[in-house]
């Protein structure tokens, strides 16, 4: 088909194709003033992802994932939203809303989620491309409570956020005071068994005490260093005594009574030289010199004697005190030993304490945090805009349905009229009679248009 045989069938059949766009234009017209209005009324919220958490002072990662605005599309959208606006709004205290319910579904079912699912059947939720907006808009016939359900599940909206923020904040802090509890009890007891330690060593200052004993031990090294000194002193000079050399010991050389012993018998054996040259033996001043010098070597001999038993002394005492030392050097090595591993005890349980302490510490706050968390009345939601009553109502729109069903209308004639020609085929112009008798058109006689007088006489004629 040619666009001149197109133009002629529509040409042929216009009348029709007329009719056609009438009536669906009609129809249109018809249903539209006999719908009834629609009102449609949008709340806006605002979804702050960028300000810090007020408790916890830092910004959640979670809100600023690219899936987070289409999460909270779901929750406006949801049956515990569309349940709670049913709440606020009281359906279940409406007899006309109870009886609707009742006819509905035979009283079967729960109230709230008949009106949820006929309000969420209703309501659109769109977010904002590039922003933290999201449009919530509700269309009903009656534009103040279509503005009410808005703003209702703007509200419930936040407050269902509020909740899912709130609910595991208390969970958690019930949970977290369990523990706390706990390991405050596990705390006492680290304490008590640390002070009933302290109480049984006496330790208060580990590393104080255990400087003094140190110094101790140092101390009574020095000393059995220095008595074991004296003491192999002492006993060469007793084996010197004992192998009778009392005359080289230097305290026998240096004592001064047996200097001047040596010295007076010196002189009283020259005093007897003299006196045996010139008189016998058997006279009395030979005699009388005689004693003296076997008084003087009698004095000497029993200083030196005297002098050897201090030594003698001197050797026991030392050996002495040289065991005495090792006993107490041995007992403060043992002393020092005890106070080690007191010590080492002591710092496990300080450990353990100190490790007490932490863990309590990081769950109180935990349990504060979370406390605060379940308390709080703050949300990152806020309306920007507020719903009202709209004036005019979103639907029918009447104009919009004109210019739509006269497009509609158009297709629909011209596709009429296409069907009816396809039909009942006729010859249209030279175009057809070449397709149907298979031949070339010679020639065309133009259109006679013939007056009055000459229709009747072809009628009359026929």
Known sequence: MTFQQFLLILRARWLIGLAVLLVVVATTLAVSLVLPKQYESAVSVLIDVKSPDPILGVTLPGLVTPGYMATQVDIVTSDRVAQRVVR????????????????????????????ADLLKKKLDVKPSRESNVLAISFTGQDPKFSAAVANAFAQAYIDTNLELKIEPAKQYA???????????????????????????????????????????????????????????DSSSRQAQVAQSQIETLPEVQQNSLIIGLKSELARGEARLSETSQRFGRNHPEYQRAQGEVDSLRSKLDAEMKKVASTLGTSNRVNVQREAEIKASLASQKNRVLELKKQRDDLAVLQREVESA?????????????????????QTNIVVLTPAVEPVDPSSPKLLLNTLVAVFLGTLLAVGTVLLLELLDQRVRGDDDLQQLLGVPVLGLISTVKFGKGAKRARAAAA
Not at 93 to 112: D, F, L, N, Y
Not at 206 to 229: G, H, K
Request: no cysteine.
């Open 174 to 232: 019930s949970w977290f005071a369990g523990q706390s509890k706990s390991l405050r009890d596990g705390l006492e007891k680290a304490q008590t068994r640390l002070s009933e330690f302290q109480k049984e060593t006496g330790i208060v200052n580990t590393d104080e005490r255990l400087d003094i004993e140190s110094a101790r031990l140092a101390e009574l090294s020095s000393q059995l260093t220095a008595i074991q000194a004296q003491r192999s």
């Open 88 to 115: 606020m709004l009281g359906f279940e205290k409406s007899p006309q809303a109870v009886e609707q319910w009742r006819e509905a579904t035979e009283g079967k079912g729960s109230i709230e989620a008949y009106f």
């Open 357 to 377: 302490q932490r863990a309590y510490d990081a769950v109180a706050q935990r349990v504060t945090q979370t406390s605060l968390e379940s308390q709080t009345t």
